[in-house]
């Protein structure tokens, strides 16, 4: 599980019949600030802090094992007070 920022959407009017109907977003790593697609299953919106799990993890977070996937948007990190 990876710590990531939403910084986008992606549009694809031509994907892969998997992915009809998945909202794909541009997320950032807090760790080291490389930028992926990943599947939105949570609802998340640009600016927010999010959870993100790659590989099979990913596919299962969709409930579809032949997705052609390989990341996903699976919490929303509340926002914390810095003391």
Not at 33 to 59: C, M
């Amino acid at each position: 599980m990876v710590i990531c920022r939403v910084v986008g959407h992606v549009w694809a009017t031509k994907k892969e019949s998997s992915l009809e109907g998945l909202k794909l977003m541009v997320v950032e790593s807090e760790a080291d600030a490389t930028s992926f697609v990943a599947v939105d299953v949570v609802g998340a919106g640009i600016g927010e802090r999010v959870l993100v799990v790659s590989g099979s993890t990913a596919r299962r977070a969709l409930g579809q094992d032949d997705c052609a996937a390989d990341c996903a948007i699976v919490g929303i990190i509340d926002p914390t007070e810095k003391a």
